[in-house]
C-alpha cells in the first residue's frame, strides 16, 4: 500500500505502508487538495499556482533474488510497480524496446549478467537495472598446506595454514576443525582459526612438543565456497616437530 499526499512545503509525498518515504514530488507553489487516482495510476492534485497536476508513481522494476553467488539454477521473477512493460537481456546489453519483453520467469543456469528496464505507454522509462548471477557447482578443495605433508622438523611454534582452490568462508562443521598430538592422544587447544580469501590460518593455544607427531584434520563441511558449495571429503595431513 502507497500513501500519497500533499503539503504546505511544496512537496507531494509518497509513503511505504510503514511511513518510510517512498518518493516525492516538488512543485513551485503550496498543494492545497487532496489527491485522487485515476484508473490507470495516474495521481491528480491542485495546486496554489491554479494548475492540475496529473503525476504517476517513477516506474521501478523488482527481481525475485538479487545477483550473487548461487550453486544452482535461479529462477528469476520480475515485477513493477504499474502495469507496464518491462523489457531484459541476457549477455550484459543494455536493453531497448527492441529486445525481449518479459513475459515468465527468467531461467538462470549459468553465470549470466541480466539487465532490465520498464517502459510506459508514454514512453517513459525506469533506470536500467543489472543483476549479475554467478553459477558455480565447483566444491573448493585442498591446494596446499604448510606444513606439507609427513614432513619433519617443524618448529614447535609455527602455525597451520591451509590453502583452497577458490575463496572460502566458514561451514557447518567449521567446529569440527581440529590438530591432535598422535603421540599423546591429545587434541591441541586451537588459540584461533582465521579466514582469509583462499587460506584458512589456524594458531594452536600452545606451543607443540618436541619431537612429535601431529595430526590436522578438516572435516568435510568444515568450509564452503562463496556459492555455497562444501568441501566434500575430509582432508588430513601430518607433520612431525623438531
Known sequence: MTIYFGSDDCNFYALNSNGTLKWMYTTDYAIDSSP????????YFGCYDDKL?????????NQSRQGGY??????????INRTETIYYTT??????INYAKYIAPIIITTTTTLKYLAV????????VYTQTYIIDKIPPKVSSTSPTNNVTGVSLTSSVTIKFSKNIIAGYDYSGIYIKNLSTGNIVLLASKIINGNTLTIKTSYNHLSNDK??????????????????????????KTV
Do not use: H, R
Open 36 to 43: 485522487a487516482i485515476g484508473s490507470n495510476g495516474t495521481l
Open 53 to 61: 497536476y496529473a503525476i504517476q508513481d517513477p516506474l521501478k522494476v
Open 70 to 79: 548461487y550453486n544452482n539454477t535461479q529462477n528469476i521473477i520480475l515485477s
Open 91 to 96: 549477455n550484459g546489453t543494455t536493453p531497448t
Open 120 to 127: 510506459d505507454s508514454l514512453g517513459n522509462k525506469s533506470p
Open 214 to 239: 601431529y595430526q590436522v584434520y578438516i572435516p568435510a563441511g568444515a568450509v564452503k565456497d562463496e556459492a555455497g558449495n562444501n568441501l566434500t571429503v575430509a582432508y588430513t595431513f601430518k607433520f
